[in-house]
């Protein structure tokens, strides 16, 4: 039997559209797709523009109406007439025709891939469907790729741009990090050390940040021994020998060198945590003695506008009272007109300043500086009834305080005296429709704008004895703390030493 080599059909329905120098033809009235038209690659196609024929073949069948070319068209036609030559499928020559299709296919391949590989810079290729597209070649791809900074590690010579931050972790554990970002708009570096966070912000104002031991700032914490400052520092003294107020207190030590023994002018300055702060000086290695600062903390105006030593104090008004912080929860409750009980107190203060425990009252004076009241006080006990205007009080603790006032007559003249009346209507009372003054040593209240100070001992468990003892644990624990950390950086140094490592090196 002969073979069949292919029966020859010709596929002429529609129009065909042209662009010159472009491969690709559009059809009207076409149905390429069809498969009994039989139309693929390598079918020969001829097309009448101008009364001129042309030869051409088919590259790809895109769609019934799209037909991808071998070669570009020449010039441009719409509803231009054309004939594709097709074949009988799965015939022998429908058979050669495809393997010359394919390898057409194949050399055009492998010309782009020529283009691509062997030229520089950005290259233009053409793909089956005739698209031209521009791509960076081999050559150019290896040049971007030389010398940049791989995800393992490497060296960077330029600048790095990042959106929100950059990180360094040891290893895969982000517990223990550094990190640069921003948050708000303000650079910070935040260390992490086992998953907890600690913010250094950067300062917003141009300038450089100043190391330790520049302008001889810096330095480690003073030792027991008081005579070892070594530099300007702000140190938390751990020696009860070189504290003026307490162990742990923060202290500013600033000193000058100089000398043979270079122990030079050194001034130590120190805080507590009730404000105070106290200073002493120490020349060629001798310590002068100490010296405290007059504040706010440790003062108070009295009645009268005196500056005085502080400790716990209160001011008792005709209805109120006022604390300060260490005498923060007491209260007053006002038994008859002047008399006052002051709950949670130990009693009054023995400071000499104020007169000794029988003297820590300050009198209010009004004009001519004459004292307003008389003012005596009691000190309760408990389980010990006490008196009150014919009431028995029974007292709930040991060491509160009633105060009594009473009034206090001066011999002044008839102006004088009608002007303190004026001031001070505390001091008149009605009798049988008529306002007469007090007898002298009668109850009368404080008077309005005026006010008496007491100074008082507190309770071991007060309000202010609690914040001090809590605040003096946190810097004991803090101190502590810092002299671990310390320890530990001194015996790793001494380790790296030892083994002959470097600073990058892991010391397991």
Not at 9 to 26: D, E, R, S, V, W
């Amino acid at each position: 039997m002969r073979p069949n080599f292919g029966v020859n059909m010709i596929y002429q329905t529609g129009t065909i559209a042209t662009t010159a120098g472009q491969t690709k033809i559009k059809g009207t009235g076409t149905r390429w797709k069809d498969n009994l038209a039989g139309i693929s690659e390598g079918c020969p196609i001829s097309y009448l523009i101008n009364n001129v024929v042309y030869m051409n073949t088919v590259l790809s069948v895109n769609s019934d109406t799209e037909i991808n070319l071998t070669y570009p068209v020449p010039v441009a036609a719409s509803a231009a007439k054309y004939q594709i030559a097709t074949f009988v499928l799965d015939s022998m020559s429908d058979g050669v025709r495809k393997m010359l299709a394919n390898q057409q296919y194949i050399q055009y391949f492998l010309r782009n891939m020529d283009t691509w590989m062997t030229q520089d810079g950005i290259v233009e290729i053409k793909t089956p469907t005739g698209e031209t597209v521009r791509l960076e070649s081999i050559i150019a791809l290896k040049k971007l790729i030389d010398g940049k900074f791989d995800k393992e590690g490497g060296k960077l010579l330029g600048a790095i741009t990042a959106s929100w931050s950059v990180r360094a972790a040891a290893g895969s554990d982000e517990s223990n990090s550094v990190e640069f970002n921003f948050i708000q708009k303000v650079p910070i570096l935040r260390i992490t050390r086992d998953g907890k966070p600690t913010d250094l912000y950067f300062p917003s104002q141009a300038g450089r940040l100043m190391r330790v031991d520049e302008y001889g700032i810096g330095g480690t914490a003073s030792s027991k021994d008081a005579n070892t400052i070594e530099s300007t520092e702000f140190t938390a003294a751990d020696g009860d020998s070189i504290n003026f107020f307490a162990t742990y207190a923060p202290a500013l030590s600033m000193k000058r060198p100089g000398g043979a023994d270079n122990t030079g002018f050194v001034t130590q300055i120190q805080g507590d945590a009730k404000a105070r702060i106290a200073f002493r000086q120490r020349e060629r290695g001798v310590w002068r003695g100490w010296y405290e600062f007059y504040t706010q903390a440790n003062t108070t105006k009295d009645s009268n506008g005196n500056l005085k030593a502080a400790s716990p104090i209160i001011k008792v008004f005709a209805e109120h009272i006022d604390t300060n912080e260490e005498s923060e929860g007491v209260t007053l409750k006002k038994l008859h007109t002047g008399i006052y009980q002051l709950h949670g107190v130990l009693g009054l203060h023995s400071d000499a300043s104020w007169g000794g425990v029988h003297g820590g009252i300050t009198i209010p004076c009004g004009i001519n500086q004459l004292p307003l009241v008389y003012a005596l006080y009691d000190v309760l006990e408990k389980g010990k009834p006490h008196p009150f205007d014919g009431r028995i009080v029974e007292p709930d603790e040991d060491g509160d305080i009633v105060l009594y006032t009473t009034y206090r007559k001066h011999d002044l003249p008839q102006n004088i005296q009608y002007e303190r009346f004026k001031l001070y209507p505390e001091f008149l009372k009605e009798v049988d429709g008529e306002m007469v003054e007090l007898t002298p040593g009668e109850p009368c209240d404080i008077p309005n704008g005026h006010w008496i100070d007491v100074r008082v001992n507190m309770p071991s468990d007060s309000i202010y004895n609690q914040k001090l003892a809590e605040a003096e644990r946190l810097a004991k624990l803090e101190a502590e703390r810092l002299t671990e950390e310390a320890e530990r950086a001194e015996q790793e140094a001494t380790e790296r030493k030892q083994y002959g490592l470097g600073d990058n090196d892991v010391l397991l």
